[in-house]
């Protein structure tokens, strides 16, 4: 089984100590390696196939050459799933109690999950970390969920989560709540509110679902002032493993490390970036479109095509570990296909 509990913060150093800071490190971002890109995609249309028939296969081999190693390999996989407990839950907005999220910490610990079965077949290192279990965030609805502090500590959590040796990071969360956070981010982002953005969840019903709408309302008007700072909605209406999510996602950026993103949580605490630099989240594919309401939405504001389709919203990281098969595929087809003058034969008409 290859699975770590990382319960404390690595050694490597964050390059920011205040919101400022971190601003300041979310629009200075690196460029991708464009010419690598391009000598992914000539020799696309060396190999012994029609061009382009490739799909999407074909733009995704160039894309690891554009962030990742050069030449593009997809053999050192990180899988990291944060986990945090979110003190809007005592509006009734889960179906399962705040104690889930230690007892789903723990079954990850023991190989019991999803995710652990979907890293070991990708043969992916997983890592599960939660953040400060014992103590949740501010209830939303009243106060922010996170002060600058709190908020700037789960951000480096996940920053120094990130190995530079990693060739890819594929990103997940645990948390009892957090898609009544996400749905708030996404509607403080791109407008609407909780009608928009709410779904069921892990499962509400209809009466759950109009509380969680009615939450959700309540938290966007408390804190319509900072509506404009993508940085200080994700403070006020996420949650420690969005936060860290977000470190993730900004270390791979600094590190030229590609990203698969899972679903509508992921998705939703990646968003700030891309708010504050168009280009912010080149780096990162959406794995899949999930079931969760709001999901498919989202990925049409950032303008992110998801590889997979599967009517899964279960989280865990699950559907970004199951799209690493999808870009091994597509590397193993670059790599290993004849060109036309190594198969000898003809690739235009006589």
């Given at each position: 089984?290859?699975?770590?509990?990382?319960?404390?913060?690595?050694?490597?150093?964050?390059?920011?100590?205040?919101?400022?800071?971190?601003?300041?490190?979310?629009?200075?971002?690196?460029?991708?390696?464009?010419?690598?890109?391009?000598?992914?995609?000539?020799?696309?249309?060396?190999?012994?196939?029609?061009?382009?028939?490739?799909?999407?296969?074909?733009?995704?081999?160039?894309?690891?050459?554009?962030?990742?190693?050069?030449?593009?390999?997809?053999?050192?996989?990180?899988?990291?799933?944060?986990?945090?407990?979110?003190?809007?839950?005592?509006?009734?907005?889960?179906?399962f109690?705040?104690?889930?999220?230690?007892?789903?910490?723990?079954?990850?610990?023991?190989?019991?999950?999803?995710?652990?079965?979907?890293?070991?077949?990708?043969?992916?290192?997983?890592?599960?970390?939660?953040?400060?279990?014992?103590?949740?965030?501010?209830?939303f609805?009243?106060?922010?969920?996170?002060?600058?502090?709190?908020f700037?500590?789960?951000?480096?959590?996940?920053?120094?989560?990130?190995?530079?040796?990693?060739?890819?990071?594929?990103?997940?969360?645990?948390?009892?709540?957090?898609?009544?956070?996400?749905?708030?981010i996404?509607?403080?982002?791109?407008?609407?509110?909780?009608?928009?953005?709410?779904?069921?969840?892990?499962?509400?019903?209809?009466?759950?679902?109009?509380?969680?709408?009615?939450?959700?309302?309540?938290?966007?008007?408390?804190?319509?002032?900072?509506?404009?700072?993508?940085?200080?909605?994700?403070?006020?209406?996420?949650?420690?493993e969005?936060?860290?999510?977000?470190g993730?996602?900004?270390?791979?950026?600094?590190?030229r490390?590609?990203?698969?993103?899972?679903?509508?949580?992921?998705?939703?605490?990646?968003?700030?970036?891309?708010?504050?630099?168009?280009?912010?989240?080149?780096?990162?594919?959406?794995a899949?479109?999930?079931?969760?309401?709001?999901?498919?939405?989202?990925?049409?504001?950032?303008?992110?095509?998801?590889?997979?389709?599967?009517?899964?919203?279960?989280?865990?990281?699950?559907?970004?570990?199951?799209?690493?098969?999808?870009?091994?595929?597509?590397?193993?087809?670059?790599?290993?296909?004849?060109?036309?003058a190594?198969?000898?034969?003809?690739?235009k008409?006589?």
């Amino acid at each position: 089984m290859n699975t770590t509990l990382q319960t404390g913060d690595a050694e490597r150093p964050a390059p920011f100590r205040s919101l400022a800071e971190l601003r300041k490190a979310c629009l200075e971002l690196p460029t991708g390696d464009s010419a690598a890109a391009a000598a992914v995609m000539a020799r696309q249309a060396e190999l012994t196939k029609p061009p382009g028939s490739l799909g999407r296969l074909e733009e995704l081999v160039a894309w690891l050459a554009r962030w990742g190693r050069n030449p593009p390999r997809v053999e050192n996989v990180d899988v990291l799933v944060f986990a945090g407990n979110h003190g809007v839950t005592v509006h009734g907005v889960s179906p399962f109690p705040a104690a889930v999220t230690a007892q789903m910490v723990a079954n990850f610990a023991n190989g019991g999950a999803a995710i652990n079965q979907l890293a070991n077949a990708v043969s992916a290192k997983l890592r599960v970390i939660p953040l400060d279990l014992d103590k949740p965030t501010a209830d939303f609805t009243v106060e922010p969920a996170m002060d600058e502090p709190s908020f700037i500590a789960a951000v480096t959590t996940g920053y120094r989560a990130v190995r530079p040796e990693a060739d890819l990071v594929c990103l997940g969360e645990m948390g009892i709540g957090n898609t009544t956070a996400a749905a708030a981010i996404a509607a403080a982002l791109f407008g609407g509110d909780g009608d928009r953005w709410a779904g069921r969840g892990t499962g509400l019903d209809d009466r759950g679902l109009a509380r969680k709408r009615t939450v959700i309302d309540k938290a966007l008007a408390r804190h319509a002032a900072v509506a404009d700072d993508p940085l200080l909605i994700a403070a006020a209406l996420g949650g420690r493993e969005l936060a860290a999510i977000l470190g993730a996602t900004l270390a791979a950026r600094h590190r030229r490390i590609p990203v698969l993103l899972d679903g509508f949580v992921c998705t939703a605490a990646a968003a700030p970036l891309a708010k504050l630099r168009a280009d912010g989240l080149d780096h990162a594919q959406a794995a899949h479109v999930s079931a969760e309401a709001g999901h498919r939405m989202l990925l049409d504001e950032l303008k992110l095509k998801p590889l997979l389709d599967l009517g899964m919203r279960l989280g865990e990281g699950s559907g970004a570990a199951l799209a690493v098969s999808l870009l091994r595929s597509a590397l193993a087809c670059h790599d290993g296909m004849a060109t036309f003058a190594e198969a000898g034969v003809a690739n235009k008409p006589h």
